[in-house]
């Protein structure tokens, strides 16, 4: 079983609609939590770092951990063409970079 | 400002044939890291360098060596290529080794091995 757990999709939704994408983990020593995004043939970039539990949001993205269920959750409000990529979940117990695990990716496509 | 530069963006190799990746960035940083990223796996970490002249092991460092004898530039070799090493990788630099600092990522090399 993988450590983290992402749905690979694709996920397709029209323009302006509320995306939910989630990743499960089963490490519960976990507590720094990141969202990366990867538009097609680029590398990624950060997107929202949150440290243990609770909501945390910017602009129209919302990142949301809960440690009790070991579920964490990026959600993009009025998504845009422009939000067409694919998003990648992070995490790792300690505040180290070389110790990050990523999720495998959910590629989402925001339709016009 | 080119931020984090990878040579070559393509290749195809035989079994048993050797290469060197080279990452180039201009932002100072003296933290770099080689990743690969394959279907369904994610992005799993090769080897890292926390400064000029230093290496370490990643989660999957086996068949891989690196090099970072100047600050800006940080070298990946495969020895001995096998379609196993089949994969995407990516470069990423980072001012500090904290996981909230941003690693900003190369454009990737995509890598074949027949």
């Known amino acids: 079983q993988k450590e983290v757990e992402q749905d690979p999709g694709p996920l397709s939704v029209p323009e302006g609609a509320i995306v939910s994408l989630n990743c499960t983990y089963s490490?519960?020593?976990?507590?720094?939590f990141m969202w990366y995004r990867q538009y097609s043939r680029k590398g990624p970039e950060l997107l929202m770092y949150?440290?243990?539990?609770g909501n945390k949001e910017d602009g129209r993205f919302t990142a949301q951990v809960d440690k009790s269920s070991k579920y964490i959750s990026l959600f993009i409000r009025d998504s845009q063409p422009s939000d067409s990529a694919t998003y990648l979940c992070?995490?790792?117990?300690?505040?180290?970079?070389?110790?990050?695990?990523f999720g495998s990716g959910t590629r989402l496509s925001i339709r016009p | 400002n080119a931020g984090v530069t990878q040579t070559p963006k393509f290749r195809v190799l035989k079994t048993g044939q050797s290469m060197t990746l080279l990452c180039a960035q201009d932002?100072?940083?003296?933290?770099m890291y080689w990743y690969r990223q394959d279907p369904g796996m994610g992005l799993r970490l090769i080897h890292y360098?926390?400064?000029?002249?230093?290496?370490a092991k990643g989660e999957v460092p086996d068949g891989y060596n690196v090099s970072r004898l100047k600050k800006q530039n940080f070298l990946l070799g495969l020895e001995s290529a096998a379609p196993s090493q089949t994969s995407v990788y990516f470069c990423?630099?980072?001012?500090?080794?904290?996981?909230?600092?941003?690693?900003?990522f190369g454009p990737g090399t995509r890598l074949t091995v027949l």
């Open positions: 360098s926390v400064g000029e002249g230093t290496t």
């Open positions: 932002m100072n940083h003296e933290y």
């Open positions: 490490n519960s020593a976990f507590q720094y």
């Open positions: 990423a630099s980072s001012s500090d080794e904290v996981a909230e600092d941003t690693q900003y």
């Open positions: 949150t440290y243990s539990s």
């Open positions: 992070a995490m790792t117990p300690y505040s180290s970079a070389s110790k990050i695990i």
